[in-house]
């Protein structure tokens, strides 16, 4: 089994027992022996971080968000996270509470840490540290017991400093009751929409116009930087083939992953909801409880539950009989969790409330939690494995060519007595997609890191070793007008396009605020309003408008003595003009409800908000250097 541990250190199970001893190490500095100052990503108060620092923290980053959300996590949904600015900034962040942790002379004691390390599972059996199994663990991970630990305090240091800010946080009941009607309450909207695609076709250019243009938005169509790279792939899906797992290998990360295949307890659910939104009033708060009520008695005469919620269900799931499926039992909180916690197979439960409205719940069947036999999940474990191992063979024969080609002069004398495909990129700039790999913005910050005929490190992206060297830079450019003649002139017409929509949303405007009535102007201009419907500020989008918080803002301002905003708003090339339909304050018997619970809430919030204005103050003061963007 130890042998497995070793074999397997990459696993998401030694991962999670060593996962602060990882974090300690990035941050401390082990790293490739070539790393100098011309390694660095940053520095922060003279201390250095590394690019081997920063990679190993960034694919840490990757790996986490890749287990939340699988598949679905694309190079686009990684840019839109900034996993890159992530890692470094943790970094950053880091560092700067260590310094200030000894600035204060915080210190662990031997008790917190002792008690830190017997909360750990992987340490215990059956419930109780093991030191036994403690020391065996760490040896095979060819650490020391002082080393762990000296690793855990490192950790346990910057959690004390961030408590120590975040325990001054109080909230008045005036706090709570300005926040909570911030977030509750809600307005309904009138729109006209003028969108810039319709004066497309009356937007003439001319040939003047688009010399004019390209004349004074030369910068914009500036051609960047672009690198062309050499680089050798070391990609462990190519080494699966070679994989051989054994049957023993199987069982002992069956044994020791347990609880990975543990299925919890799951009940199936049929569910009827009858609608509310955050501010109605209590008369229509009302009106959907009887309708409820009135639902459940039908249930309770023996009418078919199905065919109910077919027909009076608010819910999404109505259209197959308010059928949810299997849920975790342990995942339904709240009243409708502890509804179903009560319930027997084929119960059904008393009308209950939630912030979306009233529900009906049955329970149609339980199944009890249990653990998945191994020959249910022996396929499963072998395919973990098989990639685990194919990705330290990867990984360590990257590493190994990159020691035997470090005295190279270059890539390509290396290779070329050598049995090793070299590849290389055409010319890219950064964010382009590379010939070969892709879109990779790990591959490409690495490579334009570079000097010409400069050899990377090992870079590590998305379970590929790559090793790089850069063969040309070519310096950014203006491009002639020939170049560029048909997005000039694109550009030109999108833009006088947009000046005759806005100009025409805002005469609409100048005539409602001049008294003109608002069904007059949308009829003489043959136009269509329409209403967004209430929603709250918390709310991500404006319904059938989109994303604007200066949309959300202005609207929440306005009364009904002055129902219009005083200018038009532009939201994806199309102008809008609004007015106040109408707003729904807080109910204030659910705001007793529901105090407690969310003053819960507005206390971490603040927490979090002060403790990130104390740590970008410790930033504002500090001498940090970055100097490799992970945005650029």
Do not use: C
């Not at 986490?64 to 900034?89: C, H, Q």
């Not at 929409?193 to 040939?207: P, Y």
């Amino acid at each position: 089994m130890l042998d497995l541990m070793r074999k397997h250190a990459r696993s998401w199970f030694i991962q999670a027992v060593l996962f602060m001893v990882i974090l300690v190490f990035v941050f401390w500095g082990v790293g490739s022996f070539k790393e100098g100052k011309t390694n660095r990503v940053a520095t922060v108060n003279d201390y250095p971080i590394t690019i081997s620092q920063y990679q190993s923290a960034y694919e840490n980053l990757v790996k986490r968000y890749r287990d939340i959300y699988k598949d679905r996590l694309t190079e686009e949904l990684m840019d839109m996270l900034n996993l890159k600015e992530m890692a470094l900034e943790g970094l950053i962040e880091r560092a700067l509470l260590l310094q200030e942790a000894e600035r204060l002379n915080l210190e662990i004691t031997e008790k917190e840490l002792r008690d830190s390390i017997k909360g750990f599972p992987a340490f215990q059996k059956e419930g109780v540290f093991n030191n036994t199994q403690y020391v065996r663990l760490l040896r095979r991970y060819r650490m020391t017991p002082s080393e762990f630990e000296a690793s855990q305090r490192v950790d346990l240091l910057v959690k004390k400093i961030e408590d120590m800010i975040k325990d001054n946080v109080k909230v008045s009941h005036r706090e709570i009751l300005d926040a909570y009607t911030m977030e509750r309450e809600s307005v309904n909207a009138e729109f006209i929409k003028v969108a810039t695609a319709s004066f497309f076709k009356k937007a003439s250019v001319s040939d003047e116009d688009v010399k004019s243009y390209f004349s004074n938005h030369k910068r914009d169509y500036e051609i960047p930087t672009k690198v062309k790279i050499r680089y050798l792939s070391f990609n462990g899906k190519d080494y699966e083939p070679e994989v051989k797992i054994t049957d023993e290998e199987i069982t002992d990360y069956y044994e020791l992953s347990i609880k990975r295949f543990t299925v919890p307890e799951t009940v199936r659910i049929r569910h009827i909801l009858i609608k509310t939104l955050p501010g109605d009033d209590p008369a229509s708060v009302k009106k959907a409880r009887e309708k409820a009520e009135g639902i459940l008695k039908k249930i309770r005469k023996g009418r078919d539950f199905a065919t109910l919620a077919r027909k009076y269900s608010d819910d999404p799931s109505a259209k197959k009989g308010g059928d949810l499926g299997y849920l975790d039992k342990a995942m339904l909180g709240g009243s409708i969790g502890e509804a179903v916690s009560s319930l027997d197979i084929g119960g059904v439960s008393s009308v209950i409330e939630s912030p979306y409205g009233f529900h009906v719940i049955k329970v149609e069947d339980i199944k009890k939690a249990r653990t998945k036999l191994l020959n249910e999940v022996k396929a499963e474990i072998t395919s973990t494995l098989t990639r685990e191992t194919a990705q330290e063979l990867a990984d360590e024969d990257a590493e190994n060519v990159y020691a035997r080609i470090f005295d190279e002069e270059n890539l390509e004398q290396f290779t070329s007595g050598a049995k090793i495909e070299l590849h290389e990129t055409d010319f890219f700039a950064r964010g382009e997609s590379i010939k070969g790999v892709g879109r990779d913005k790990v591959f490409s910050d690495a490579a334009f890191a570079l000097d010409e005929g400069e050899m990377s490190d090992v870079v590590r992206s998305s379970g590929v070793n790559y090793i790089q060297e850069l063969v040309k830079r070519q310096s950014p450019r203006i491009p002639e007008l020939r170049e560029v003649e048909k997005n000039v002139q694109r550009d030109v017409q999108r833009e006088k396009a947009k000046a005759m929509a806005k100009a025409k949303a805002e005469n609409l405007l100048e005539e409602l605020r001049a008294g003109e009535e608002w069904n007059r102007v949308v009829s003489k201009n043959t136009l269509t309003a329409q209403e967004t419907g209430f929603f709250t500020r918390a709310d991500n989008a404006i319904p059938k408008i989109g994303s604007s918080q200066e949309i959300k803002g202005e609207v929440f301002s306005l009364t009904p003595d002055t129902p219009y905003a005083d200018n038009v708003f532009e939201v994806n090339d199309t102008y809008f003009v609004i007015k106040l339909k109408g707003r729904r304050g807080i109910d204030k018997k659910k705001f007793e409800q529901e105090d407690d619970d969310f003053a819960k809430v507005l206390v971490e919030r603040k927490k979090q908000e002060l403790f990130n204005a104390w740590l970008n103050n410790l930033k504002a003061k500090a001498e940090i250097e970055r100097k490799l963007s992970p945005t650029r």
